[in-house]
């Protein structure tokens, strides 16, 4: 559960508002969020590597990822976790009890925020600079490194990898306090695929034997 929390935590925040800032880094994360907005729904499929330099540690985990406006459904099957909201209700299912634990999405709580706003964390609270052009995912992209205004966070900066082309995601890497390192890259992505509202809820009768919490 810790390690999913440190996921949503590292893709996720929210906003709608640049602050004036590197002009360069400023049209390319424009850009990026007009691209995104302009998708229906995204399918991802990526990689979630955890970095700790000084225990010498490199986790890596696959997932998959389904958005449809404030709707999401996070899969992680190594972790032993899926996760379903349709904006106001959470379903987080762990396969290994067979158990769900359902509450309530708080969009006033930062630990609420949600794999819905994976393409748009760069766009509050946020200094922002253009950093060069690297390959990422065998892409030609614009590197922007995302400095958080907010000093309590946990993290120091969030740095995007964006497609010089398309102007998607292609890696984010994020920095923390503590040493670690977390990087997410996507491997492929599919839009304006046809997703049921249905697909964003848990149905309990899919899972013979489930024990629920509800704790809403």
Same mark, same amino acid.
């Given at each position: 559960m810790k390690r999913i929390l440190l996921f949503s935590a590292f893709i996720l925040f929210a906003g709608s508002i640049f602050a004036q800032q590197d002009p360069k880094a400023k049209e390319i994360l424009d850009k990026l969020s007009q691209t995104n907005k302009s998708y229906q729904t995204i399918q991802i499929d990526f990689s979630f590597t955890l970095e700790n330099?000084?225990?010498s540690i490199t986790e890596t985990n696959e997932g998959s990822v389904a958005l449809k406006g404030k709707s999401y459904?996070?899969?992680? $099957?190594?972790m032993g976790m899926e996760v379903f909201s349709d904006g106001t209700t959470t379903w987080s299912y762990l396969t290994a009890s067979n158990e769900v634990n359902i /509450?309530?999405?708080? $969009?006033?709580?930062?630990?609420?925020? /949600? $794999?819905a706003n994976i393409f748009t964390i760069y766009e509050k609270g946020f200094n922002f600079t253009y950093v060069d052009e690297e390959t990422a995912g065998?892409?030609?992209?614009f590197v922007v490194d995302l400095f958080p205004t907010?000093?309590?966070?946990e993290f120091t900066k969030v740095r995007l990898f964006v497609d010089k082309?398309?102007?998607?995601?292609?890696?984010?890497?994020?920095?923390?306090k503590d040493g670690n390192a977390y990087t997410l890259a996507?491997?492929?992505m599919k839009t304006d695929q046809n997703l049921a509202e249905d697909f964003f809820k848990f149905d309990k009768s899919k899972y013979p034997k489930v024990e629920v919490n509800d704790m809403r």
């Amino acid at each position: 559960m810790k390690r999913i929390l440190l996921f949503s935590a590292f893709i996720l925040f929210a906003g709608s508002i640049f602050a004036q800032q590197d002009p360069k880094a400023k049209e390319i994360l424009d850009k990026l969020s007009q691209t995104n907005k302009s998708y229906q729904t995204i399918q991802i499929d990526f990689s979630f590597t955890l970095e700790n330099k000084s225990g010498s540690i490199t986790e890596t985990n696959e997932g998959s990822v389904a958005l449809k406006g404030k709707s999401y459904r996070l899969h992680m $099957p190594a972790m032993g976790m899926e996760v379903f909201s349709d904006g106001t209700t959470t379903w987080s299912y762990l396969t290994a009890s067979n158990e769900v634990n359902i /509450s309530t999405v708080d $969009p006033e709580s930062e630990a609420a925020l /949600s $794999p819905a706003n994976i393409f748009t964390i760069y766009e509050k609270g946020f200094n922002f600079t253009y950093v060069d052009e690297e390959t990422a995912g065998g892409k030609a992209a614009f590197v922007v490194d995302l400095f958080p205004t907010d000093k309590a966070k946990e993290f120091t900066k969030v740095r995007l990898f964006v497609d010089k082309l398309k102007y998607q995601i292609l890696k984010a890497r994020t920095f923390n306090k503590d040493g670690n390192a977390y990087t997410l890259a996507m491997k492929n992505m599919k839009t304006d695929q046809n997703l049921a509202e249905d697909f964003f809820k848990f149905d309990k009768s899919k899972y013979p034997k489930v024990e629920v919490n509800d704790m809403r």
